[in-house]
């Protein structure tokens, strides 16, 4: 019997059990191929007694529509940062990548699927360079990786965000104030760009274009008249003013290598109250919402079809590579490819277009930006 292991690392994410699922299903169809999953992503492996659970059709039989995953995850430490405890309490990092390697090599796996965002495709390209048979699926709700049009869980937060704009819109109208909505997306600005263009929001603020507070300010006070009116703001979690920060903390949690991107909401109705801004504002931070639970249609349609040709690519022996979606069809790109750079709102993509022809201001003079 020939054996591939999968494994979900970093974030969850709405459509991993999708995946799996899909996965192991096809993989039932070749007579000579079982699946296990390594419980939170490598963790499976490296801890002693290892966790490496047998994953057969009837245990994924109707989990497609379950949020999480199954086989757990984590984001932090992994195979080249495994953090040990030091005599004075802190923690250090250690390289298990080789360990690691051969035990996999003795647990008689033949390939890998690990379903992971950057962080953990970077991952498989080190395992990868170090001769493990590997192959990546694109997961993550921020759209921030390229080579892929899209990937799956990506359109459940944009769902869950714009349905939290809808909402604040008729709070906000009743009470004449603005609401900032602060939602996910790291670096990239998608989940909040969709999210404004779908629920109609007056402002976007995104980490790809610094804003200009006086411009927001202006914006804003624009869509009052004599003290009626309202106004709601998207504002992603890494979004910042010019020649200010983001707002994050550094996290303490052994091995979690991230900042932890969170507080621009707060920060910008303060901001808006020093510049003079005088209508009530509130906040409203969507937080792990955007993560958690079922994934919609779209993203277990997608999920299934990268389960699919994942496993297709261990047949093909196509390791070192990921799959993407690029529209129609499924391909396996380089993983070195695909980590080479991030997927981040530029200012001639079209969906800014749309969102500056229908009057969402985006923080900044965009003729200046454009240009
Ligand atoms: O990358 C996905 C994401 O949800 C980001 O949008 C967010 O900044 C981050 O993960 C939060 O991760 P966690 O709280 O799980 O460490």
């Not at 996999?104 to 990868?128: E, F, M, P």
């Not at 709700?141 to 359109?155: A, H, K, M, P």
């Not at 020649?243 to 900042?259: H, T, W």
């Amino acid at each position: 019997m020939k054996r591939v292991m999968v494994l979900t690392g970093g974030g969850d994410c709405p459509g991993l059990n999708a995946v799996i699922r899909a996965i192991v299903k096809r993989a039932h169809q070749e007579k000579d191929w079982e699946v296990v999953g390594s419980i939170q992503a490598f963790n499976g492996v490296l801890w002693e007694p290892t966790e490496i659970k047998l994953l057969t059709p009837e245990i994924v039989k109707g989990i497609h529509f379950q949020g999480g995953t199954i086989i757990e995850t984590t984001n932090k430490g992994g195979p080249f940062a495994w953090p040990v405890k030091n005599n004075d309490g802190t923690y250090t990092t250690v390289d298990r990548s080789d360990e690691m390697i051969r035990k996999i090599q003795y647990l008689g796996i033949d390939a890998v699927i690990n379903i992971g965002g950057d962080g953990s495709q970077r991952i498989s390209q080190k395992l990868y360079e170090k001769g493990l048979n590997i192959i990546g699926v694109p997961k993550t709700i921020d759209n921030d990786l390229s080579s892929t049009d899209t990937t799956f869980g990506f359109q459940t937060a944009v769902e869950i965000a714009t349905e939290a704009v809808d909402k604040l819109v008729t709070t906000a109208a009743s009470h004449n104030r603005v609401f900032v909505v602060e939602v996910m997306g790291r670096y990239a600005g998608w989940i909040a760009l969709n999210a404004a263009v779908a629920g109609g929001a007056e402002v976007c603020l995104i980490p790809e274009f610094p804003y200009d507070i006086d411009i927001v300010k202006a914006k804003l006070e624009s869509r009052f008249h004599r003290n009626r009116g309202f106004a709601v703001v998207v504002a992603s979690e890494g979004a910042r003013p010019v020649n200010g920060e983001m707002v994050f903390e550094k996290s303490d949690e052994p091995g979690y290598e991230n900042i932890r991107l969170g507080g621009i909401s707060r920060q910008l109705i303060k901001q808006l109250k020093d510049a003079g801004f005088q209508h009530d504002m509130r906040e409203t931070v969507l937080g792990h919402l955007q993560r958690g639970g079922i994934p919609i249609a779209y993203d277990r349609v997608l999920s299934s079809q990268f389960g699919v040709k994942a496993f297709e690519m261990v047949l093909n022996k196509e390791y070192g590579k990921m799959v993407a979606y690029r529209h129609p069809n499924f391909v396996a790109v380089p993983l070195k490819e695909a980590i080479a750079q991030p997927n981040l709102v530029t200012p001639d993509n079209a969906l800014v277009k749309t969102a500056l022809g229908l009057d969402i201001s985006l923080g900044v003079d965009f003729s200046k930006l454009a240009d």
